[in-house]
């Protein structure tokens, strides 16, 4: 039997509210992230993905309370990252009730971080986030990018999934940094250069504007799919997207 493509909505969280804009700019409230955590749950969304954008010290207490009241309240699985920095921030997250832990920054900084973590908690639990946007200067036409795709991380965006891979991540948060709140469609040659180059998991993010737009992104290589304004706002609902899915011949879960 084919594994089921996830879909899964995507809450960015600033100080206990979820938030979206476009490029990460711009942001407007869209709500409770646990209230809208339950009613994805019950939408059929097959995991949550909380990315905590304030990610500050002093934000971590907030962030850990909202984990902890979703985790009550829903049964599916939750990933959460921003601002993860170490074992120890890891290891709250989990305790709090998250299923997996999403590394971006602090990975690049620090690779090694990647095989600790893995070796900790299992791979399964480690969830690299790829921001990416296209990039002349890079092998592969794309570049890795840090501070919500505004810097350059200046290492080359297929090459730093392998290496992800090869280091321990169990998944990878493959994220358009061009695509993202544009709603024109996944970036589908960078889903597909990334899957030549790794055998884990690829979750596609950035771009998401129609039910249309998300079998392409299986074709191209993803395993899931993600979105977050079309969700959160009510433009899309998570059946239409399974169903596009279902249609084009790919397995879900109703």
Request: proline content about 4%; overall charge negative.
């Amino acid at each position: 039997m084919a594994v089921a493509i996830r879909v899964i909505p995507c809450l960015d969280v600033d100080n206990g509210r979820v938030v979206k804009g476009v490029n990460f700019t711009g942001l407007k409230d869209a709500g409770d992230p646990v209230e809208l955590a339950a009613r994805y749950d019950r939408e059929g969304a097959d995991e949550l993905t909380f990315l905590d954008v304030s990610a500050s010290v002093a934000g971590r207490g907030t962030m850990l309370d909202v984990v902890r009241r979703t985790a009550e309240q829903v049964f599916i699985p939750l990933t959460v990252g921003g601002g993860v920095r170490s074992v120890d921030d890891v290891d709250q997250l989990l305790r709090a009730g998250a299923d997996k832990v999403s590394i971006n920054t602090s990975a690049i900084a620090r690779p090694e971080l990647l095989r600790e973590l893995a070796a900790r908690f299992g791979s399964q639990c480690i969830v690299l986030s790829v921001d990416a946007r296209r990039a002349q200067g890079q092998p592969s036409g794309f570049e890795v990018t840090t501070h919500g795709g505004s810097k350059s991380a200046g290492i080359d965006a297929i090459d730093w999934a392998r290496r992800g891979a090869e280091l321990g991540a169990g998944e990878i948060l493959l994220n358009s940094m061009d695509g993202d709140g544009t709603k024109v469609g996944f970036d589908l040659e960078l889903i597909a250069k990334v899957r030549d180059a790794v055998t884990i998991p690829i979750i596609a993010s950035g771009g998401a504007g129609r039910p249309d737009h998300f079998p392409p992104a299986i074709e191209a290589g993803a395993d899931a799919v993600l979105a977050a304004s079309i969700f959160h706002f009510g433009e899309v609902a998570i059946e239409d997207v399974k169903t596009s899915l279902a249609q084009a011949g790919y397995e879900v879960r109703r």
